[in-house]
């Protein structure tokens, strides 16, 4: 038989999500006919079938996370030759396995009792717990590092234990985050580990605009070019290990777009070098790939800044998330109407909230502001 392993799909990748097969056991399937639809960190990818034959034992179910190099498929046919085959388990010796089950020595009496000593639970967290009570939650499967302990010193008791043992119990079983939403956490952590995050915030006035209909998207893509070209300090790459920064000639902006397996930042290349036309064509088609998952990989990386549009959803100012190596994004809230001067007189104008975060180890907080400025400056033009 040959045992068909998950292939490299590219970008670091480690695992995907078996997310529909395409064959049961028992089939007969032909060299690159779609064997199995997997959904990786980024996109749903169709693996193809390696051969022909039949299909003898299918090694996931779907919604399984399944690891690269680890067994997918078994063929009728040769053996495997894709990984060396494991070695035989060398035959134990006679001394190893006389095991009796009992104890060696003699046994002694006493009559002292022995008081249990606290051990710590992780170097962070500092909990104290006597091994009755971390035996305890491990027979209950709680997390230790979860519990706010109400022992004496900080000392976590029984009582502690089995209160969380209850909760749980009564919330459910732990959802295990996969896909999109997986990778979306693990670049949060990375993100709180490496950047230095800061935050300003200020308001454009878009009485300029009057009635005349806007597509708020291309005008804030548009203002974040001519902001770049103020100050290109906020469209680099930064290196966290040489400490030094990249300013780049292109901006390639990072759109964020929701959806209810996670966030997708896809990129729009070259934005300073494209009329409207070709912005707007290229958003519609982002939007596309994303709702079916068929975003090319070359669309998810690369990007030179990141803009967030999430005002339509609600909400005024935010403190948005850097991924790096980027060190600035952008964030627009929802417009509200605000009683606001314009030349001098009192009026009732469209303001539209902006958040601009940035890493403070490569950028001065006089570069964002400046940038931020030249944004709101060229949003309070007419159209």
């Not at 009796?100 to 249990?116: D, H, I, R």
């Not at 693990?186 to 300029?208: F, G, I, N, Y």
């Not at 990007?303 to 991924?323: C, D, E, R």
């Not at 009026?347 to 950028?363: C, E, N, Q, Y």
């Amino acid at each position: 038989m040959t045992i068909f392993k998950l292939p490299d799909l590219g970008e670091g990748l480690q695992e995907a999500d078996i997310r529909e097969w395409h064959v049961k056991e028992g089939d007969s399937i032909k060299v690159d006919q779609p064997l199995v639809s997997v959904e990786t960190a980024k996109a749903v990818v169709d693996v193809p079938s390696p051969q022909s034959g039949k299909v003898l034992k299918l090694h996931a179910k779907a919604g399984d996370t399944v690891e690269v190099g680890k067994p997918l498929v078994t063929f009728e046919g040769e053996e495997s030759v894709t990984a060396p085959a494991a070695k035989p388990a060398e035959p134990a010796k006679p001394e190893a396995i006389r095991d009796t089950g009992v104890v060696v020595g003699a046994m002694k009496q006493g009559n002292e009792v022995v008081a249990e000593k606290a051990t710590t639970v992780g170097t962070a967290a500092g909990l104290k717990v006597t091994p009755a009570v971390r035996a305890l939650a491990h027979r209950l499967n709680v997390d230790l590092t979860i519990i706010t302990p109400t022992g004496p010193d900080g000392m976590i008791t029984q009582a502690d234990v089995q209160r969380v043992h209850k909760i749980l119990t009564e919330v459910g079983p732990l959802e295990k985050l996969k896909g999109a939403r997986k990778a979306m956490a693990q670049t949060m952590s990375q993100s709180r580990d490496e950047v230095m995050h800061t935050t300003v915030c200020d308001d454009a006035v878009l009485h300029a605009w009057g009635e005349a209909k806007q597509d708020t998207t291309l005008r804030l893509i548009r203002a974040l070019a001519s902001a770049v070209k103020v100050e290109p300090a906020l469209n680099a790459w930064f290196d966290h290990v040489e400490i030094g920064r990249r300013v780049l000639p292109k901006i390639h902006l990072g759109v964020a777009v929701d959806t209810a397996e996670g966030l997708f930042v896809c990129v729009l290349q070259d934005i300073a070098a494209r009329n409207e036309d070709s912005l707007r064509k290229g958003l519609q088609k982002m939007k596309e790939d994303v709702r079916n998952r068929t975003v090319p990989m070359e669309e998810l990386r690369g990007y030179t800044i990141t803009l967030s549009n999430f005002g339509k959803f609600g909400g005024k100012y935010a403190t948005p998330v850097i991924v790096p190596p980027t060190v600035a994004i952008v964030a627009a809230g929802a417009t509200r109407d605000a009683v606001v001067p314009v030349d001098g007189k009192i009026v009732i104008s469209k303001v539209l909230p902006l958040s601009i975060t940035f890493d403070h180890r490569a950028v001065t907080g006089g570069e964002a502001t400046r940038f931020l400025a030249a944004m709101i400056a060229d949003l309070q033009k007419p159209a």
